[in-house]
């Protein structure tokens, strides 16, 4: 008997756990506002058990987003065949912007946590730097030869503007709709990577 209430407290346990994530995957897919209360509310359990599940909001979000966003070559497949690096950085960087406005809750919720607590900057779920490194692969043998130190600039340059950081800036502070936040957040990543192709031209 003991035996199996320890196997019931242990399945309900997981039950439990399973129920969190599966609130917190469906909240973030309605690119609402992600907090700890609302999951909780949504797995009908109350917050201090999510909070003994997960510690924080950020690890939970992170678990919540694992396998969500795709490996960098399957995100660019459709221009995996270019070997134009400003079509690939453009496609990128649409790409991880679109995707950002669609869980832009819990995106949110992320760069919230980590810019009060910078120590969890490494539980934060992202692709931007895979995205930039496989849309920058043409270059690699060129300007990635000739200038390392430029290629690394380029790289650190889209860094800032493939990002949700970025995105942000232009719909909160800018007042840009979000397909026009979208299209000045590539127009000025095709502008950086234009350059820096033309620089080994």
Not at 17 to 41: D, F, K, Q, S
Not at 55 to 65: G, K, V, Y
């Amino acid at each position: 008997m003991t035996a199996q209430a320890g196997t019931g407290r242990t399945n309900q346990k997981q039950r439990t756990r399973t129920a969190i994530l599966a609130a917190a995957r469906e909240l973030i897919g309605t690119g609402a506002e992600v907090t700890m209360p609302a999951i909780a509310r949504a797995a009908l359990v109350s917050e201090a058990t999510a909070y003994r599940y997960f510690p924080d909001l950020p690890s939970l979000i992170s678990e919540a987003l694992a396998g969500v966003w795709p490996p960098p070559a399957e995100a660019l497949a459709p221009v995996g065949d270019s070997t134009d690096p400003v079509e690939r950085v453009a496609f990128a960087c649409e790409f991880l912007l679109r995707g950002i406005l669609a869980r832009q809750g819990s995106v949110r919720a992320m760069i919230a946590a980590t810019v009060t607590r910078p120590e969890t900057v490494t539980t934060r779920p992202g692709i931007r730097f895979g995205l930039i490194d496989h849309a920058l692969l043409p270059l690699e043998d060129t300007l990635g030869t000739t200038d390392p130190d430029g290629f690394a600039q380029l790289k650190r340059d889209l860094a800032v503007v493939v990002s949700a950081e970025a995105l942000f800036t232009l719909t909160d502070l800018c007042g840009l709709a979000p397909d026009e936040a979208v299209t000045s957040a590539v127009r000025t990543a095709t502008t950086l990577t234009r350059a820096a192709v033309r620089s080994v031209a």
